[in-house]
């Protein structure tokens, strides 16, 4: 059974990535999808504290084999070639439990530009900063905000296994619960 942490946003943040590495390991996941925006902290944003690129690398690579990951608006080509994981596709589709998760960082799908969905489906997307769960017809719409620059809300994180998502902030403290 598959144990998936979801986060997003990164921006280059070392002191928010090794914390959520360490919950990544003490909730026992063994799968991390990274909705994007991973080391560069971006022109419209202030550096996030602890901001460190090179050592987001390291930690990153050690689980290379356990990551999916999209692109960002802020990734960049050469992103690509210091991660050790394949990260510079717009969106993946992931099936799990009888489920498909439309994957995407949110800046070219989004409200503006919807992406087909089926009845079901789940709509995995970061971008905004902003912790979104919603049923939106047929399908979800989950976005679990920023790790490190969050616009609205805390700091936080998905955490998804056997159709129920929690939704925790960095202090490990879970803030909601959805089942689908």
Same mark, same amino acid.
């Given at each position: @059974?598959?144990?998936i @942490?979801?986060?997003?946003?990164?921006?280059?943040?070392?002191?928010?990535?090794?914390q959520?590495?360490?919950?990544?390991? !003490?909730?026992? =996941?063994?799968?991390?999808i990274?909705?994007?925006?991973?080391?560069?902290?971006?022109?419209?944003?202030?550096?996030? #504290?602890?901001y460190?690129?090179? !050592? =987001?690398i390291?930690l /990153?690579?050690?689980?290379?084999?356990?990551?999916?990951?999209?692109?960002?608006?802020?990734?960049?080509?050469?992103?690509? @070639?210091?991660?050790?994981?394949? @990260?510079?596709?717009?969106?993946?589709?992931y099936?799990?439990?009888?489920?498909?998760?439309?994957i995407?960082?949110?800046h070219?799908?989004?409200?503006d530009?919807?992406?087909? /969905?089926?009845?079901?489906?789940?709509?995995?997307?970061?971008?905004?900063?902003?912790?979104?769960?919603? !049923? #939106?017809?047929?399908?979800?719409k989950?976005?679990?905000?920023? +790790?490190a620059?969050?616009?609205e809300?805390?700091?936080?994180?998905? +955490?998804?296994?056997?159709?129920?998502?929690?939704?925790?902030?960095?202090?490990?403290?879970?803030?909601?619960?959805?089942?689908?």
């Amino acid at each position: @059974m598959k144990k998936i @942490m979801i986060i997003s946003d990164i921006h280059g943040s070392y002191d928010d990535l090794k914390q959520v590495i360490s919950l990544y390991n !003490k909730h026992h =996941c063994n799968q991390l999808i990274i909705l994007g925006d991973i080391l560069y902290h971006g022109p419209r944003n202030d550096l996030p #504290e602890g901001y460190n690129p090179k !050592k =987001c690398i390291t930690l /990153l690579n050690q689980y290379k084999d356990e990551i999916i990951a999209v692109r960002g608006n802020c990734d960049a080509e050469v992103d690509q @070639m210091v991660l050790e994981f394949p @990260m510079r596709s717009d969106y993946l589709l992931y099936n799990i439990d009888d489920l498909t998760f439309f994957i995407t960082h949110g800046h070219l799908y989004n409200k503006d530009n919807f992406p087909p /969905l089926h009845k079901g489906d789940v709509y995995l997307y970061g971008h905004f900063h902003v912790p979104v769960f919603e !049923k #939106e017809g047929d399908y979800y719409k989950l976005n679990p905000s920023s +790790i490190a620059l969050p616009k609205e809300g805390e700091k936080g994180f998905l +955490i998804y296994e056997n159709h129920h998502f929690v939704r925790y902030n960095l202090d490990d403290i879970p803030l909601n619960n959805y089942r689908i």
